[in-house]
């Protein structure tokens, strides 16, 4: 359910974006709503509340959580600041490319690969495996912000509906591959 509820800040984006723009009223207040910018407030918003809720309720945010409310209070100020949304293009590929990093050095620091600290309370595989599915998401991380970068830099029109929909999408199915990797190493215990 968290994941999902991780989601509500690009919805609401997205839903902003995509509207003609218009002006509403709003505490005796006129703002226009629709377009880019009046959506890059709307997801530091959403991002605020939802976030804010997650802090309130559990006393604490997952790391990928704080980095990407910081990515999005840092890339959505500077949009809005300089009114240009080139700045809110770079957050996906920079905040993909921090995880991929992430991945990268727990091979390095600590006695586990992230993906292991992870997952072991579920999955009990080889090392190598673990390696070798570690290093999986590092490439991942770098391929999903690089067609981040493309995307939003060659196909102005879509880069939204690819943030959204097919980031969800190419997470998705790499989520699959790896189960089916992963289920090749997978004991079942005999009762």
Same mark, same amino acid.
């Given at each position: ?59 604490t ?10 990515? !999005?209070?840092?890339?959505?100020? *500077? =949009? ?6 080139? #700045? +809110?293009?770079?957050?996906?590929? &920079? ?37 070798r ?16 970068l ?13 943030? !959204?929909?097919?980031?969800?999408? *190419? =997470?998705?199915?790499f989520?699959?591959?790896? #189960? +089916?990797?992963?289920?090749?190493? &997978? ?5």
């Amino acid at each position: 359910m968290k994941q999902f509820i991780d989601f509500i800040p690009l919805i609401v984006f997205l839903l902003v974006y995509k509207m003609d723009p218009r002006v509403i009223s709003l505490f005796g207040n006129e703002f226009e709503l629709g377009g880019p910018f009046s959506a890059t407030m709307v997801l530091m918003l959403a991002s605020a509340v939802v976030y804010g809720g997650f802090y309130l309720k559990e006393r604490t945010l997952e790391k990928s959580q704080a980095i990407t409310l910081v990515a !999005v209070m840092a890339f959505g100020g *500077l =949009t809005l600041a300089f009114h240009n949304e080139s #700045f +809110l293009k770079w957050k996906a590929p &920079i905040v993909n490319w921090i995880f991929a990093g992430a991945f990268l050095a727990s091979q390095f620091v600590g006695k586990k690969p992230l993906i292991q600290r992870m997952l072991d309370h579920a999955l009990t595989l080889p090392d190598s495996v673990w390696l070798r599915m570690n290093l999986s998401w590092v490439v991942f991380f770098i391929f999903l912000g690089a067609a981040n970068l493309f995307v939003a830099f060659t196909f102005h029109s879509i880069w939204v509906d690819f943030k !959204v929909f097919g980031s969800l999408i *190419l =997470t998705f199915l790499f989520v699959i591959i790896q #189960f +089916l990797f992963i289920s090749r190493h &997978i004991r079942t215990e005999e009762k």
